[in-house]
């Protein structure tokens, strides 16, 4: 079983793979693409956000017990996922002022940067058997958090100190992550591929490879219109 983490970046998406034949990293221009690639049986767990509100300003149960989650240190890595309505709405200011009328929230300019990534995932997921089959929504640093014995990470993830704590704690998971990390940041320019999101797509994956530790935020999920989950995986160690 080959099981996928992945995160967007400006090269589209950055994927890691683990498997019994060990770690790899790639990027794809669209989601799809990858779904195409593999196999079927897979899993990809994703860092979007996937079951959405359609009119409502409350935040997903997800996003607010993330939240509490990675109190005090990491919460406002944690936002709350935009309502469906405006997910293809290409100004800010319009985006923003059709969130209030329909939800009475506005839209924060970090969340509307993400919605062509966002509106991307929904499309796919409403349209895709196979992507629905294998897709779930993951929040890096709730995954740091569940394989660091729920702990959240001391240190941004963009510090010096933030990257090597988050490296150190996946290289006791996957012995050869130091150097696959090493090696994409040689291989991808980082106006492509970030160092974080690098590390991202590993948590990610290494989540969606330890399913005999799965546990989701919240415990239930809600549904939304459309019957995707409102959920975070992780995995507690």
């Not at 702990?151 to 130091?178: C, D, I, N, W, Y």
Request: glycine share 8%; aromatic share 6%; with cysteine.
């Amino acid at each position: 079983m080959q099981a996928y983490g992945v995160d967007g970046c400006k090269a589209g998406w950055v994927y890691a793979c683990v498997s019994e034949d060990g770690v790899g990293i790639g990027t794809v221009a669209r989601l799809c693409d990858l779904v195409e690639m593999v196999p079927t049986g897979s899993r990809i767990f994703v860092d979007i956000p996937i079951g959405l509100r359609d009119d409502s300003g409350v935040a997903r149960l997800c996003d607010q017990q993330a939240r509490r989650l990675l109190r005090p240190l990491r919460t406002s890595s944690i936002f709350s996922a935009p309502i469906r309505p405006i997910i293809g709405i290409k100004d800010y200011g319009q985006a923003n002022s059709e969130s209030k009328r329909l939800s009475g929230k506005g839209l924060s300019k970090q969340t509307y940067n993400i919605t062509p990534k966002i509106l991307e995932v929904d499309q796919l997921m409403n349209s895709h058997a196979k992507a629905r089959e294998m897709i779930r929504e993951v929040h890096p640093e709730v995954c740091f958090y569940g394989l660091a014995g729920c702990r959240p990470m001391r240190h941004g993830k963009k510090t010096k100190e933030g990257f090597a704590e988050r490296l150190a704690l996946l290289a006791r998971l996957q012995s050869e992550v130091e150097q696959i990390v090493k090696t994409a940041l040689a291989r991808y320019p980082r106006k492509m591929v970030a160092t974080d999101d690098i590390l991202d797509a590993l948590v990610c994956a290494v989540t969606a490879r330890l399913d005999d530790h799965w546990k989701t935020v919240p415990s239930v999920p809600e549904v939304d219109s459309k019957g995707l989950p409102m959920e975070m995986v992780y995995c507690e160690l």
